[in-house]
C-alpha cells in the first residue's frame, strides 16, 4: 500500500508597478515588493501569476476573458481561472445522480469521466472561502485568471461600459493596472479599447512578466 501526496501550487500576487508613462511598466522584484506591503497571499520564486477583471455585471468581463484566453494558450502558457459567482448558483441539474447525492447529504460529490473530473463541495452554512483558499485548490499553471473578487488586492483590468451609467472603479482602486472601455476616458492609467484583445493581451503579459 502506497500513499500519494499531492503539492498544492504556489501562488504569486503581482504589486501595483510604477508607471513611468502610458503603457510603459518598470520591471518588479515580486517576491520583495510584495513583501514589503504586507500582502497576504504566499510568495515564492516559482509561482503561478494572477490577474483579475474587475467590472459591473453586464460590463463584459466574460466576453474579454473569453477573447484572451486562447492568446494565452497560443503562447503556450497553461491557464487557469476562478470565477466569484452569486450565492444561489448551481452547475448541477435537478434529477442527476449527483445532484440526487448532494441532495441526500453528501458533503462533497466528485465526478469523473475520461474527459473531465469535477469536485462540488457544499458549505452547508461555512464560511465562504477566500480568493487565496480557492487558489490553493488549483493545480500548477502559469497563469490564474480572476473574474469578480473586485476588492481583493490583486492586479486587474477594469472593464467599463458606458452604458451602465456607472462610475469608473479605478480611482478607489489603486490594483487596477488599466481600463478596457467603449469610450474614450481620460485617466491616470493605461486605456484601452475593449473590442482591442490583442493589445489588452499584450499589455497583459507584459506586466505579469510573461511577454516573450
Avoid at 515588493?33 to 504586507?38: I, K, M, P, S, V
Avoid at 469608473?168 to 493596472?177: G, H, S, T, V
Amino acid at each position: 500500500c502506497c500513499i500519494k501526496v499531492f503539492r498544492r501550487p504556489n501562488v504569486e500576487l503581482t504589486p501595483k508597478p510604477v508607471l513611468k508613462w502610458a503603457g510603459e511598466i518598470d520591471p518588479l522584484n515580486v517576491g520583495r515588493r510584495a513583501a514589503n506591503l504586507g500582502l497576504s497571499f504566499a510568495l515564492t520564486a516559482v509561482a503561478m501569476k494572477i490577474f483579475g477583471f474587475a467590472g459591473y455585471s453586464g460590463s463584459g468581463k466574460t466576453t474579454l476573458i473569453e477573447q484572451l484566453v486562447p492568446q494565452f494558450v497560443m503562447r503556450g502558457l497553461k491557464v487557469s481561472l476562478i470565477k466569484h459567482a452569486h450565492h444561489d448558483f448551481d452547475i448541477d441539474r435537478p434529477g442527476k445522480d449527483s445532484y440526487r447525492h448532494r441532495e441526500a447529504g453528501c458533503s462533497e460529490v466528485l465526478i469523473t469521466s475520461r474527459q473531465r473530473w469535477v469536485l462540488m463541495h457544499e458549505l452547508r452554512g461555512e464560511q465562504e472561502q477566500s480568493l487565496q483558499d480557492q487558489l490553493q485548490r488549483l493545480s500548477p499553471c502559469d497563469l490564474v485568471l480572476v473574474e469578480g473578487f473586485k476588492k481583493e488586492s490583486i492586479p486587474k483590468l477594469e472593464i467599463h461600459r458606458a452604458a451602465l451609467r456607472q462610475p469608473l472603479l479605478q480611482p478607489d482602486d489603486p490594483y487596477i493596472m488599466a481600463i478596457a472601455s467603449d469610450v474614450q476616458l481620460s485617466a491616470k492609467v493605461p486605456v484601452f479599447d475593449l473590442n482591442s484583445s490583442q493589445k489588452i493581451s499584450e499589455f497583459i503579459l507584459r506586466y505579469l512578466g510573461l511577454a516573450f
